[in-house]
């Protein structure tokens, strides 16, 4: 069980209500209706694949003024989705581990062991079919977990009944699962995202993605999504949820192109875990250097218990980084001077849920500009020092 002795302590009910936990995983856990019925903040529950998408809007109906609902599948069961209608289950499998002329003699011995535990695949016309009903039977409903990965190998193992946190399928003696050498194929990864992202579009939802170790796959699939959705994409937000990328490449999230002074995707906000994030100093630098307006904070945990714990320390971890004070009080909430992390971000949040982003561009000077511009400066110092 975690550790909260160092963690800072919680602050009054009417402080943690202006709290939301961007990005949570309570159906991974047995449910506790006493604790949920007492969650003092209001949290974002992810889905990750075909057995908690209901779970998570059960939990939702249950208490709506709590949970936003969010529904997608997760990069790490996308090998469970073929995306033609009407693969067997050998070839599909053995197309995405062991492409033709790729094969190895162990590889296929490892594949002969994994089979028997894969599921039979699920076509993606279906996967987005239900995708679209469970999004558009909540109107504040989220795409997510969605993403990419190229860390994850896919277990020798069957997939995990839910609730999965508790699943004693990890392995017969509890320890760690035993990993297969084979990785689900980013170019697989990629059309499932794309494909669940179009829904999200098109509905107009916004969406929590995941990216581990992609980090170039995740700008250029960022930039492909804008340039084919246009004015659409900026009507959604887009949260990089327990955010991995380092600050250099957050910068080029943010980054002003070469022509045009212009936010390279204003809808792209980013939320830190302590569980995921605090495990490197990188992401203090990470805080700093994410402009301030689209900063959010999450748990990234599977228990509701530890919910509040863990995402209040993030928040606390983010106004130390920036410098922003702690508001302690419903007083210090409300009150009328300098504004607190708490404020900050239950006002980005609040961005976060509108969308509707616009860029705000302008033209670049050229050269011939800029030199004059220089020189009216130099002439109006000379001036300012002879007076």
């Not at 887009?238 to 490449?249: E, P």
């Not at 006002?347 to 616009?358: D, K, L, P, S």
């Amino acid at each position: 069980m975690p550790d909260f002795s160092d963690l800072p302590p919680l602050p009054p009910l009417a402080v943690l209500a202006h709290v939301v936990d961007v990005h949570c995983h309570p159906t991974d856990s047995p449910l506790d209706p006493e604790l949920f019925s007492t969650l003092p903040h209001r949290i974002c529950a992810m889905a990750t694949r075909g057995t908690d998408q209901e779970l998570v809007a059960d939990l939702a109906r249950r208490y709506p003024d709590k949970v936003v609902p969010c529904f997608g599948y997760h990069p790490w069961f996308t090998h469970w989705i073929s995306l033609s209608d009407c693969p067997s289950k050998e070839a599909h499998y053995r197309a995405l581990f062991l492409p033709a002329g790729e094969s190895k003699p162990e590889h296929e011995v490892a594949f002969a062991r994994l089979l028997p535990h894969l599921p039979h695949p699920t076509p993606l016309s279906d996967i987005l079919h239900s995708l679209r009903a469970s999004l558009t039977s909540f109107p504040n409903a989220m795409l997510g977990e969605v993403g990419l990965d190229r860390a994850c190998r896919v277990p020798y193992s069957p997939p995990a009944p839910p609730p999965y946190a508790s699943s004693a399928s990890c392995a017969e003696d509890g320890g760690a699962r035993e990993l297969s050498p084979f990785a689900i194929p980013l170019a697989h990864q990629v059309a499932i995202l794309e494909a669940q992202l179009a829904v999200a579009v098109e509905l107009r939802r916004n969406v929590s993605m995941h990216s581990v170790k992609a980090q170039q796959a995740t700008l250029e699939f960022l930039a492909r999504t804008k340039a084919r959705h246009g004015r659409a994409w900026h009507a959604i937000s887009v949260d990089m949820h327990s955010c991995g990328l380092s600050a250099q490449t957050w910068a080029a999230v943010e980054a002003e192109r070469a022509c045009v002074v212009q936010k390279t995707h204003c809808n792209v906000f980013l939320s830190l875990s302590t569980a995921i994030n605090a495990r490197s100093p990188a992401h203090t630098a990470l805080i700093q250097a994410c402009a301030p307006d689209r900063l959010l904070a999450e748990s990234d945990f599977h228990d509701i218990a530890y919910s509040a714990p863990y995402v209040w320390d993030m928040v606390c971890r983010i106004a130390d980084a920036r410098g922003w004070p702690v508001e302690r009080s419903a007083e210090e909430l409300e009150g009328d001077g300098k504004e607190g992390v708490v404020r900050r971000l239950a006002e980005n949040w609040q961005r976060f849920v509108e969308g509707g982003h616009r860029p705000r561009t302008h033209k670049k000077k050229d050269r011939r500009q800029l030199l004059l511009d220089e020189s009216e400066s130099d002439e109006e110092a000379g001036s300012a020092g002879e007076s």
